[in-house]
C-alpha cells in the first residue's frame, strides 16, 4: 500500500508541473554544444518560452509527454516513497526519541531515489523526446517526431531493443539518487524541527508545505547540473547499435558542455526547474502526508 500512495502522490502532482518541465526540457537543450551568442535563442526565460511554445504550437504543447510524465511519477513515486516508507516503518529512520536520523534519511533517499530511477528511466526518456519535439521555427536538440508514447516506445525498441529503451539508466540512477535524498531529507528533517518546535502549526499542512518548498529548493540546487546532462543524453540521436551520436556517457557529456558552453550552462533551465519542483514538491510531499493520514485511518477502522 505504501508504493501505492506514493505513486499516486507523485501523479497528483506531475499533472500540475508538466508545463514548466517542457519549458526546462526546451532550455536545457537550447544552445546545445554552442557557444553564447553563436545560437538562436528561442527561450530567453520562462514567460518568453511559454508564450513561443503556444504561439507556435498551440497551448496544448504545455503538456507535451504528459502521459509518460504521469507514468514515470507513478513508477518512480511508487517506488522511490514506498521504499522510504518501508524504511521508517522498521524503525531504520529514527532514534530511540523518534526524531529522523539526517544521515539514514539521506541513505535511504539516495537508495530509494536510485530505485526508482532505474524503474522509470524508459518512461523519461520517451518523456524527454516528446517534450523536445516542437515547430521547426523553435526547434532547439535532436527532434524525434513520436506520434506518442506507446509509438516512442515500440520505435526505440524496434531500431535498439530492449536495452535501449534503458539508455541512460545509470544516469538516471544517479540524478535521482541525488534529487531524492535531498528533497526527501530537507523535507523530513525541516517539517520534525517545525511540528517540534510549535513553528507553522496554524494548520495541520502547513508545516508539511513549508517543508516542501525547502525540499524542493535544495533539490533544484542541486539536481540540475545532472538534470542538464541527462536531457542531453536522453535526447541525443542514436546511431544502429544504440550509441549516443553526440555523447558516450556522462562523463563526456560534462566534459563537452563545459568546453563549448561553459560551467554557466549546467545551470541552464534553473528557474523553471525550481518553478516545476516547487509545486512538484508541495504537492507530492503534501498528497503524500495527507494518502498516509487516509491510509491510517482506512487501517485503523478495519
Given at each position: 500500500m505504501d508504493f501505492v500512495v506514493g505513486g499516486l502522490a507523485g501523479v497528483g502532482a506531475g499533472f500540475f508541473s508538466n508545463p514548466f518541465d517542457v519549458v526546462k526540457?526546451?532550455?536545457?537543450?537550447?544552445?546545445?554544444?554552442?557557444?553564447?551568442?553563436?545560437?538562436?535563442?528561442?527561450?530567453?526565460?520562462?514567460p518568453h518560452a511559454m508564450f513561443n511554445i503556444v504561439k507556435h504550437d498551440g497551448i496544448a504543447a504545455l503538456q507535451k509527454g504528459l502521459a509518460p510524465a504521469l507514468w514515470f511519477q507513478l513508477v518512480v513515486n511508487g517506488v522511490r516513497l514506498g521504499i522510504y516508507q518501508h524504511a521508517?516503518?522498521?524503525?531504520?529512520?529514527?532514534?530511540k526519541d523518534n526524531k529522523t536520523k539526517f544521515a539514514n534519511s539521506l541513505f535511504f533517499g539516495c537508495i530509494s531515489g536510485m530505485c526508482g530511477g532505474l524503474c522509470g528511466s524508459p518512461l523519461q526518456l520517451v518523456k524527454t523526446q516528446l517534450m523536445s519535439y516542437s515547430s521547426q521555427k523553435i526547434a532547439v536538440?535532436?527532434?524525434?517526431?513520436?506520434?506518442?508514447?506507446?509509438?516512442?516506445?515500440?520505435?526505440?525498441?524496434?531500431?535498439?531493443?530492449?536495452?535501449?529503451?534503458?539508455?541512460?539508466?545509470?544516469?538516471?540512477?544517479?540524478?535521482?539518487?541525488v534529487g531524492s535524498a535531498s528533497q526527501i531529507a530537507s523535507f523530513s528533517v525541516c517539517k520534525e524541527w517545525m511540528d517540534n518546535n510549535d513553528v507553522f502549526q496554524q494548520s495541520k499542512?502547513?508545516?508539511?508545505?513549508?517543508a516542501s518548498n525547502i525540499g524542493a529548493?535544495?533539490?533544484?540546487?542541486?539536481?540540475?547540473p545532472m538534470d542538464v546532462i541527462?536531457?542531453?543524453?536522453?535526447?541525443?540521436?542514436?546511431d544502429a547499435n544504440g550509441k549516443g551520436i553526440m555523447y558516450d556517457g556522462i562523463g563526456d557529456c560534462a566534459k563537452k558542455i563545459v568546453k563549448a558552453e561553459g560551467l554557466l550552462a549546467f545551470c541552464k533551465g534553473m528557474g523553471p526547474s525550481y518553478?516545476?519542483?516547487?509545486?512538484h514538491t508541495v504537492l507530492l510531499l503534501v498528497f503524500w502526508d495527507m494518502l498516509k493520514d487516509l491510509q491510517k485511518s482506512i487501517e485503523l477502522h478495519t
Open positions: 526540457t526546451r532550455m536545457q537543450l537550447q544552445g546545445e554544444l554552442r557557444a553564447r551568442g553563436q545560437h538562436a535563442v528561442h527561450y530567453k526565460n520562462v521508517d516503518d522498521y524503525g531504520l529512520l529514527r532514534d536538440g535532436t527532434q524525434h517526431a513520436h506520434p506518442g508514447m506507446i509509438d516512442a516506445m515500440q520505435m526505440i525498441y524496434a531500431k535498439n531493443g530492449l536495452l535501449g529503451l534503458w539508455r541512460g539508466a545509470h544516469g538516471m540512477m544517479m540524478r535521482n539518487s499542512y502547513l508545516s508539511a508545505f513549508i529548493l535544495v533539490k533544484t540546487i542541486f539536481l540540475n541527462m536531457t542531453r543524453i536522453y535526447n541525443q540521436a542514436v518553478l516545476r519542483q516547487a509545486p
